[in-house]
Structures are given as structure tokens and as C-alpha cells.
């Protein structure tokens, strides 16, 4: 009887033993849907972009971008980040969708400034995803980023016969980007009210047009016109390394916020 009792005792202590084992095991680590991102610096080397009267799009784009990533790095490491441009090198509109393809990359952003010729007074930041433009300054803008292709050799081949000051072929474009339209609106409407709160910036919305470096993105995309370099004030500020690390810190921060809803 007391084998028996010793034995009942011994299984029983083991059992709890297992039972403790099995309830302390963690839970696998839940794999992120965001582990690559590249970002974009729009324009660079023999294409400034928009210019102020000091200040060139091709630098603020550049200096948001790596800040952005440096930031991204920083808070998430897991997070790997690429970069279309880290120089001021010139790189054509469909290289840097190419190269977030090849790099399985599950989001694109692309970072630029706006200007307009017809007023020195119009502020403010605006998202951009793929899709048919419902406004003439939708489409302007569009065919202004679009236009750089002028630059790049054989552009009618490379780019299927794309017209950058055709409306129609912008129209065309608006059958892309589909498949992703849904997180590029969330990202983007994160990015607008990220604006907002952290940086107190204007906000113009986000809007949709034929951009062709959102093109052929196999991934949710996003171009974000920062402010207007037309504009004095703004330009001052776009040109300041405070005003690049607030700009960065907004997209940064809607970064975080998508990543997050993307995990759960």
C-alpha cells in the first residue's frame, strides 16, 4: 500500500511538473504583415523637381527620407528598410517600383514637395494613392511628378507609349494599384492626421491620381507631397532640419500606427 501511495504521489507531482511546463510555454511570436518598406526620395541628381526661391525638392525629399528611415530603424528593428535613393543620384520612375518588386517590399513610400506657379500662399501637405484623379490639381500634380520621364531615354517604350500631358493616359493609369487601394488609403489617411496632431501642418486630404511611380508597385503605395516650396513660409520650413525631422516624425509615427492594425 505505501508503493502504491509513493507511486500516486510521484505521478502526481510530475503530472503538475508537465502541466506547469505546458501553461509557462509561450505563445509563438505572431509574424508582422510589415517587414520590408522602401522609401522613395522623389527626383535627385539632373532632376531638382519643384524648386523655392533657395530650396530644391530633390534635397528635402532626400533629407525626409533617410530621417524617416533612420527613425524606422530605430523603433523597429525587425523592420528592414531600403531605400530607392540615398544620394543625390537620378533614378527613373520605373526603377524605384522595380526595385520595391524585386525587394518583396510590403509598403512604398515616396516622398516629394508641391508648388504652384499661380499662388505664394497655398499651404499645406497631401497624400496621394493610385486612382483616377477627380479634380484639375489632382491631375496637375500628377503630370508635374510624372513629367520627369521627359528625362529618361526611350520613355515611350520603357513606359508602354505614356503621354505625362495627356489626361486620358493618366486616366489609364487609375486601373492599377487596385489589389492594394484599401491599405494605401488607410496609410494614407494616417499620414494626413498624423500631420495634423503632431506637427499642426494643413492638411489638404487624401487625394487619388495617375502617379507612374506608384504605377506598377506589387504593394500598398504612397505618394506624399510634404508642402509647397511656392510657398515662402513653407519653404523655410521644408528646408530646415527642424522642419525635415517634424516631417519625418509625422510619417513615422503614421508608419507605427498602420503597422500596428496590419499586426493585429
Not at 541628381?45 to 519643384?50: A, F, I, N, R, Y
Not at 533617410?66 to 530607392?84: F, W
Not at 489632382?138 to 508602354?160: G, H
Request: charged share 25%; net charge neutral.
Amino acid at each position: 500500500m505505501l508503493k502504491v501511495l509513493k507511486l500516486v504521489i510521484v505521478a502526481s507531482t510530475l503530472f503538475a511538473s508537465l502541466a506547469f511546463v505546458i501553461q509557462d510555454d509561450p505563445a509563438p511570436a505572431k509574424s508582422s504583415k510589415v517587414k520590408t518598406v522602401v522609401i522613395d526620395a522623389g527626383h535627385g541628381g539632373k532632376d531638382p523637381g519643384t524648386r523655392g526661391r533657395v530650396t530644391k525638392e530633390k534635397d528635402v525629399a532626400l533629407a525626409v527620407a533617410l530621417e524617416l528611415g533612420r527613425r524606422i530603424k530605430e523603433e523597429t528593428p525587425e523592420v528592414k528598410v531600403l531605400y530607392t535613393r540615398s544620394t543625390d543620384v537620378f533614378i527613373e520612375l520605373g526603377e524605384r517600383s522595380a526595385f520595391a518588386n524585386r525587394n518583396n517590399a510590403d509598403l512604398f513610400i515616396s516622398v516629394h514637395c508641391n508648388a504652384t506657379p499661380s499662388s505664394r500662399s497655398v499651404r499645406g501637405t497631401e497624400t496621394f494613392v493610385m486612382g483616377l484623379h477627380k479634380t484639375q490639381g489632382n491631375l496637375d500634380v500628377a503630370k508635374r511628378e510624372n513629367s520627369v520621364i521627359l528625362q529618361e531615354t526611350n520613355y515611350k517604350q520603357k513606359y508602354k507609349g505614356f503621354d505625362p500631358n495627356s489626361p486620358l493616359a493618366h486616366i489609364m493609369l487609375a486601373n492599377y494599384q487596385s489589389a492594394f487601394i484599401s491599405s494605401s488609403l488607410r496609410l494614407a489617411d494616417l499620414i494626413e492626421k498624423k500631420f495634423q496632431s503632431v506637427s499642426d501642418r494643413d492638411s489638404r486630404g487624401v487625394k487619388q491620381a495617375g502617379f507612374l511611380v506608384l504605377w506598377r508597385c506589387a504593394m500598398p503605395a504612397v505618394l506624399i507631397e510634404t508642402g509647397f516650396l511656392s510657398t515662402p513660409d513653407e519653404e523655410e520650413y521644408l528646408g530646415s532640419k527642424d522642419g525635415q525631422e517634424e516631417v519625418a516624425e509625422s510619417i513615422h509615427q503614421a508608419f507605427m500606427a498602420y503597422k500596428k492594425d496590419m499586426d493585429r
